[in-house]
């Protein structure tokens, strides 16, 4: 059973994610301040953070940093907005997914399921198989439905870096110091066309995503489109 750690300083809401949560089969602890969250992170990292950006006591960005030196536990930040700037600052700092409120406890149960499911760190050459998509990093071949996707160089980079981050939003900055080896940041340009390539040879539109999901000056995700409509 996974264990969840909530923060979110609204009791109503914290109340019934905790029951919703539980009945999924996590479980659930909680904390309403970041004071009470760095404590009992401290004493446990558990498997999942879901974080409230907007706590009482601390910024919930400054939380979610200090979160990041003690523990790589797999972090969603929730947002009462949809605050690009604070989205992207969250994801740069090493949130690894965000939802914006009103969210639904199963909307969160899939995002979080997809980041358990995501390999471990270390295991670069073993194949990833997300749903119908196979990416081999040992032969740089990737193939969709067992069809060879005739990738370019950069474009099977992209998605190899994708699939070892399964179910987390990649940002741009992300993809450009790992992907394109530009870590003082580059050419956003260059990302969104390569991605839209990508999406091309996926057989995918920008109006219905399915593996690749292009979030707008944001980045990306890759995702099993079926374990999602579960
Ligand atoms: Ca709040």
Redo the contacts with the bound molecule.
């Keep these: 059973m996974p264990l969840l750690t909530l923060i979110?300083?609204?009791e109503g809401i914290r109340r019934s994610l905790r029951g919703a949560l539980e009945g999924l089969g996590y479980a659930v602890r909680s904390a309403s301040n970041a004071l009470e969250a760095l404590q009992i992170m401290t004493a446990e990292a558990g498997d999942v953070v879901v974080l409230?950006?907007?706590?009482?006591d601390l910024d919930g960005v400054e939380l979610l940093k200090m979160l990041r030196g003690i523990s790589s536990v797999p972090i969603i930040v929730a947002t009462?907005r949809d605050d690009e700037s604070e989205i992207v600052r969250s994801l740069d700092l090493g949130a690894d997914d965000y939802v914006v409120k009103p969210f639904s406890a199963a909307q969160l149960d899939a995002r979080i399921r997809a980041l358990l499911r995501r390999a471990a760190p270390g295991e670069r050459t073993a194949p990833i198989t997300i749903g119908k998509l196979v990416i081999d990093p040992a032969a740089r071949q990737a193939t969709l439905e067992g069809r060879r996707l005739g990738l370019t160089r950069k474009e099977f980079d992209l998605l190899h870096h994708l699939a070892s981050r399964r179910g987390a939003v990649v940002t741009r900055r992300e993809l450009l110091s790992e992907v394109w080896r530009q870590p003082l940041g580059g050419d956003d340009r260059s990302v969104d066309v390569h991605l839209s390539w990508l999406r091309r040879k996926l057989g995918e539109t920008a109006a219905q995503p399915r593996y690749l999901r292009v979030l707008r000056g944001v980045g990306a995700q890759l995702v099993d489109p079926d374990a999602e409509a579960k």
């Design positions: 979110e300083d609204d409230d950006l907007g706590l009482p009462a």
